[in-house]
């Protein structure tokens, strides 16, 4: 009889294992990642000084151990006092009201003196420039669409400095150095190397948009921060948590890790106070700007992965199981409910009041319905809070009218239309107009990133999503969740009027996958010195073109005021006019 059964040898060797996922995804790109020990896979350590690092600056290897230790620290300061210095740079400059700080510098101001934002004239700003000594806070309340926190920190401020355009921007540009050092350490934690760190920070301080933002009155930049912060908090919680295993793990006789199942599935990881403090900083995100809720989701979303991840090196058959029962809880408790109560705490003033807009809802329905009504049992502030926070949301999503500088999300990647918060064209020889020139000048501060950083990073992005996919790492997949939850959200909304500016949130991730890539350039571990060689100079004459391109775009992003062919020239597209 013959057998009908497959010949046990088609397309694969009799006896040979079907071919891994990871081998049919060779020709796609995918290589398999160098095995090391499970320790360095769990918490893998910092690049260390190359041997030959010593003998290029005549340095002992201790000494070049030593400067690398204080490099740690000292070259973020470095670039953060940079970034400082460019951006506290004649920040008073210009002395104008300028686009939407006509609702945030006022509103702030009104938030630190009465603990609720006033309904203000429409002609007032003029007043508050020529002295804002003069001009009194408007008892009655006023209608506002977004929660107080970034306010709040507009008006620390003018709190100190004065109800001037430099008070209310000052911690706005506060903000914005922060962010600048946060990302050099965020990038040295996530590539384990200082440099790349550094580099990262770099290419943020010079980014058009985060600079024009920082010495803008806004809350985007303020939301920037806070979502930033959010990111390192659990950045350093996943080091911390996949710490915890390693010392829980077992070791054999010489000394090397191995996985444990037991371990890896059932060890509780206990009080994480970074991941409490990412959620704090989700709340304050959220109670600057609503669309910091889909940022929580998403980094709720990631941490748990994390934690997957951790438990499946360490050894766990049922990864997601195991995460499900000792990870899940402590994680959305640690997030979720702290976040809820830091954004109800940052309403406290409009709460201690009686004046602020939509304070008395509760009580006058109450009135109006004879006696309590089904959820009177809630305090009256809570209703009356949930009641404005649903009128604001109709605001928002019926957010229809048209404006200039408008822009769909997905020419936001490429610059496809800029927001121009400022522009006055002065006479030969008057407000800094040289006068020799034969036309009037041009003065603007345009809300644009860099273009050569930006347009790097559509190519860094699709690298991002290249290796997280094919090369499965990890670091490229924490870089994509935070560019897709501060960009995806708007293209849902895209009947709403959206501004290119609101893309301000995932700049520092948009910064560190152009860094990525550029450590893609200069080649891994192990490298000839050839490539190295190449990958350093293509490297450093795109790290240098990006930096020039900020210079060269330095007049529009502070409001100096140039010729108009100058002017006319650095308008690349036509839709930046």
Known sequence: ???????????????????????????????????????????????????????????????????????????????????????????????????????????????????????????????????????????????????????????????????????????????????????????????????????????????????????????????????????????????????????????????????????????????????????????LAFATKWNGLYIMAAFGLLTVLWDVGARRTAGAVRPYAAVLRRDLVPAFVSVVPVAVVTYIASWTGWIASDKGYFRGWAAEQDKAAGGGGLWSWLPDWLRSLWHYETEVYQFHVNLTSGHTYQSNPWSWIVLGRPVSYFYEDPAPGKDGCPADVTEKCAREVLALGTPLLWWAACFAVLYVLWRWFFRRDWRAGAIACGIAAGWLPWFFYQERTIFLFYAVVFVPFLCLAVTMMIGALLGPPGSTERRRTIGAVGAGVLVLLIIWNFIYFWPLYTGEPIPMESWRNRMWLDTWV
């Not at 350590?45 to 290029?56: E, I, Q, T």
């Not at 290897?61 to 490099?71: D, K, P, T």
């Not at 996943?238 to 006789?253: G, M, Q, S, T, V």
Request: proline share 7%; glycine share 10%; with cysteine.
């Open 1 to 283: 009889m013959t057998s009908t059964a497959p010949h046990p040898q088609q397309g694969q060797d009799a006896g040979q294992d079907p071919p891994s996922w990871q081998q049919r995804l060779r020709r796609f790109g995918y290589a398999a990642p160098a095995r090391t020990g499970l320790r360095e896979r769990l918490v893998p350590p910092y690049v260390k000084p190359s041997a030959g690092a010593a003998s290029l600056f005549g340095l002992s290897r201790g000494a070049v151990q030593r400067l690398a230790r204080w490099a740690a620290w000292g070259g973020p300061l470095l670039v953060a006092l940079v970034a400082g210095l460019l951006r506290f740079w004649h920040l008073g400059r210009p002395k104008a009201v300028i686009f939407d700080e006509t609702y945030y510098a006022k509103d702030a101001w009104a938030l630190i003196k009465q603990g609720y934002e006033g309904s203000w004239p429409k002609d007032v700003d003029k007043a508050i420039l020529a002295n804002p000594d003069a001009v009194t806070v408007p008892v009655e309340p006023g209608y506002v669409v977004h929660p107080p926190v970034g306010k709040w920190v507009i008006g620390l401020g003018e709190q100190i400095w004065g109800f001037t355009p430099f008070g209310w921007r000052f911690m706005v540009a506060v903000l914005g150095t922060l962010s600048v050092l946060m990302l050099c350490r965020i990038g040295r934690r996530l590539f384990r190397s200082t440099f790349l760190g550094c580099l990262a920070g770099t290419l943020l301080a010079v980014d058009g948009l985060h600079f024009v933002m920082s010495r803008t009155a806004l809350l985007d930049l303020v939301l920037m921060f806070f979502v930033l912060g959010a990111f390192g908090c659990l950045l350093i919680d996943r080091d911390w948590a996949r710490r915890r295993l390693a010392a829980a793990l077992p070791e054999d006789d010489e000394g090397v890790l191995r996985p444990d199942a037991a371990v890896a599935e059932g060890l509780r990881l206990g009080w994480r106070p970074w991941r409490l403090a990412a959620g704090v900083m989700l709340g």
